[in-house]
């Protein structure tokens, strides 16, 4: 385990042997991660340090109050149950379905309600406040979190008609 520490930052950087990942027995599924043979954390949350720029290096820890317990660089360093677990994690976490189509979208009252053909299928779901929940991930690439915390995928916002376009050029 390596820990780079100053004033301004510090993080804990877990190597193979450092910590192991398991779910809990009862059957509720929430992953627990020990570190050595003293500290076990019993809710533990896995994300990407860096989701869209390096999805499969740099994975952070934290726990239930979500306070930083440390990160992985390398996940294919670890065992496979760890990396199941990592993996099945973030699956769950970074489930964002691509925008095919808008069949249709209304803004009212500030919110907008989409209906999409996504690559998952047809979905319904309203956004409030467009302008908070909405990331632009270039050009015209933008991803959309929307009340019950799903995100959805617009890969070109040029493809979806006019009125798609008018509002989400809004967050571009």
Do not use: W
């Not at 050595?36 to 952070?60: E, K, M």
């Amino acid at each position: 385990m390596i820990d780079l520490d100053d004033d301004k930052f510090s993080v804990r950087i877990f190597k193979p042997g450092d910590m192991k990942l398991f779910r809990t027995e009862n059957g509720d599924s929430r992953v627990r991660l020990t570190i050595g043979d003293d500290r076990t954390y019993l809710d533990v949350r896995i994300a990407r340090a860096f989701p869209y720029t390096n999805p499969n290096q740099y994975i952070g820890f934290r726990d239930a109050a979500e306070s930083d317990i440390g990160l992985i660089v390398e996940p294919s360093e670890f065992d496979a149950e760890t990396q199941k677990i990592i993996k099945a994690e973030l699956t769950r976490r970074y489930f964002t379905p691509r925008v095919k189509r808008v069949i249709s979208v209304r803004e009212e009252h500030g919110t907008v309600t989409f209906v999409v053909e996504t690559d998952r299928g047809e979905r319904r779901f309203v956004v409030r406040n467009l302008r908070d929940n909405a990331y632009p991930l270039g050009a015209s690439r933008v991803l959309v979190t929307d009340t019950d915390g799903n995100r959805y995928e617009f890969p070109d916002i040029n493809k979806y008609g006019s009125r798609a376009f008018e509002v989400l050029a809004k967050v571009m």
